[in-house]
């Protein structure tokens, strides 16, 4: 089979309209894991609102600013 000029640059178009949404998706993807991470290890201090990062697992945390007792993750309890 010959490769025309006409072809190879069909070719080129319909790569392009396939290979972009292919790594916008693919990069979407990623960024968005990554922001999963990163709201998954912060917490953020209920006395003096100070933003930290904490990977450790456990459920109190302890804020390093003012030293208050925090839970991890959405807390609805009051006080
Ligand atoms: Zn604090």
Redesign the pocket.
């Known amino acids: 089979m010959e490769l025309t000029l006409a072809d190879f640059v069909f070719f080129v178009i319909v790569g392009s309209f396939v290979l972009v949404p292919v790594f916008a998706i693919i990069s979407r993807t990623l960024h968005r894991r990554e922001e999963n991470r990163a709201l998954a290890n912060r917490v953020i201090?209920r006395?003096?609102l100070?933003a930290f990062e904490d990977i450790g697992h456990t459920k109190v945390v302890i804020?390093s600013?003012?030293?208050?007792l925090n839970e991890r993750g959405r807390s609805r309890r009051l006080g």
């Open positions: 201090c006395l003096c100070r804020c600013t003012c030293g208050a």
